[in-house]
């Protein structure tokens, strides 16, 4: 490994750790460290939510997919597009205005809860449960991506690199907190999408027969038709789908400083994910071609031509990067398994009266249980990046994508139909994940597609079924807040509700 390399990579590390300890300083409450006052700019909000989505299935597990599997693993990031696009246009402005209205609700669990008045905390413990068991995998993900990394950087076996990545990761988690994450996601972000743009256009540079040999390798991939069918396109279509249910990314529509904010945070994320996705299937394609289709590890194809392509100084900074963005998405998810443990959990059932500095205790020792059990999990050698990813994204789209959806648009949904919706959902994935074959291929298909319309069914009927009048009346008074008051008015119900803080 060369020295440039190696410094270029510590001094990228020190300047996030910087970032990190600067707005670590500027974190003063509970509200600051799950959700970072409210105040997000447009273009943080937006990077940061990217940064958290697209990090190292990005950077490694669709350049990787399109390497071994060809052209047609490209409709990945057609669908994510689209699904970035539906989720900061339905669902950004009424989440944000609906959390803030129904007593300033500062997780998932804890909106769902006072949107549909949840007195038994109930829909509480399922959603936070749902969420650890799915967050699991996801960090496990992360964790495989920053292991591949510290192996082939510094030449360390898999598992030696597993450990020593998973404890970067925990120790900067630690000193993070939302404000932290978020900020150094915009850093993220735009080092993430420079690093793909970068490596693609040197590879197509030194490519001898530039647009010749592409056009001739090509077809060796695959066609970006070739092989897909109505269940495997709907199979694709699940990334869209799943996009609204996943708690890491819809929770900065939460935090962003005024709902006036949206539209230009939409316009920067279109924009963002657009040359992102559009850089790491074009490093799939090059590197096919530059690699002759032959390498051992398809998922390290980035990794590799950012090595042979770039300026060692600039190299070294472009892996600094690939494990920041790692980072970045795992730091968000832990917070999310903290806030979920010590504020849904712990204070909700076991504590309520504990203080802020014990509840910072006991979400840092979830931080670390939830990291090492994924730590475990990533053990395998074999693990994929992409499919963790794709089973995490699943469950989190079937259990939470319908649930979600429907709070903040149907008036009849009530509690009974939330808890049937976030528990079929899960089931359904967990289950069809361990389904193959069937008629046309059905059990083949991405699980987050039956698992979506199997809950949002079963919110449906179950809602029809049972009665919702103090959820109509809920969704009328966060309703008026959307359409007449703007989101700084208080829900009147939560000033006298039992579950109000």
Known sequence: MDNAVLVSFGLYLLMMLGIGLYFYRATKNLSDYILGGRNLPPSVAALSAGASDLSG???????????????????????????????????????????????????IPDYLERRFDDRRRILRTVSSLVMLLFFTFYVSAGLVGGAVLFEGLFEVDYTLALWLGALVIVSYTFLGGFLAASWTDLVQGLMMSLALLSVAVMTWLALPEQGNTVAETSPALGGFFDDITLVGMLSLAGWAIGYCGQPHVIVRFMAVRKREDIKTSRRIAMIWSAVTLGSAVAVGILGF????????????????????????????????????????????????????????????????????????????????????????????????????????????????????????????????????????????????????????????????????????LAIILVSLATDGKREQARFETLLHALKNTGPHAQDPADQASPVSK
């Open 57 to 107: 299935w990005a950077l490694m597990g669709l350049p990787g997919a399109i390497f071994s599997q060809g052209l047609g693993q490209a409709w990945i990031a057609c669908w994510t597009i689209i699904g970035v696009y539906l989720n900061w246009t339905l669902i950004a402005e009424r989440l944000r205005v609906f959390t803030e209205v129904a007593g300033n609700a500062l997780t």
């Open 289 to 456: 071609q530059w690699f002759g289709g032959k390498l051992e590890n398809s998922e390290r194809v980035f990794l590799e031509l950012s090595q042979i392509m770039l300026n060692p100084w600039v190299a070294g900074f472009v892996l600094a990067g690939v494990l920041a963005a790692i980072m970045s998405t795992i730091d968000s998810q832990l917070l999310v398994c903290s806030s979920a443990i010590s504020e849904d959990i712990y204070r909700g059932f076991l504590r309520p009266a504990a203080s802020q500095n014990e509840l910072v205790w006991v979400g840092r020792l979830s931080v670390a249980g939830v990291a090492l059990l994924a730590t475990f999990m990533a053990m395998d050698r074999t693990s994929s990046i992409l499919d963790l990813v794709s089973y995490a994204w699943g469950g989190f789209g079937a259990a939470f994508g319908p649930v979600i959806l429907l709070s903040l648009f149907w008036r009849k949904m009530n509690l009974f139909g939330a808890i049937s919706g976030l528990l079929t959902g899960a089931l359904v994935v967990a289950v069809w994940k361990q389904l193959s074959g069937g008629p046309a291929g059905i059990f083949d298909m991405f699980e987050v597609v039956p698992g979506f319309f199997a809950a949002l």
